[in-house]
């Protein structure tokens, strides 16, 4: 028992940082990723609207697949 919440705590530390700062890296990579999506065209709010759509879609299934990744190789 002692020996599992002393592995808990080890993991705990080490993914800490990482836990911390996932909603900040995830917006931005996605505001990131809007940008380039977008480039320099002139864009009606429509095509915004889709653009947007279709890029925070793709980086969900990006952020899927990469959680599956992690968790397989975890398990």
């Known amino acids: 028992m002692n020996e599992q919440k002393a592995n808990n705590k080890e993991v705990d530390n080490e993914y800490i940082g990482i836990f911390n700062s996932l909603a900040e890296t995830t917006n931005r990579e996605l505001e990131q990723a809007k940008k380039v ?3 320099t065209r002139v864009l009606t709010p ?5 653009t ?3 890029t925070t879609i ?18």
Do not use: L, R
């Not at 793709?58 to 398990?75: L, M, P, R, V, Y």
């Open 37 to 39: 999506a977008k480039g």
């Open 46 to 50: 429509i095509e915004i609207a889709k």
């Open 52 to 54: 947007d759509q279709e």
């Open 58 to 75: 793709k980086a969900i299934q990006s952020k899927i697949a990469e959680f599956q990744a992690n968790t397989d190789s975890a398990h």
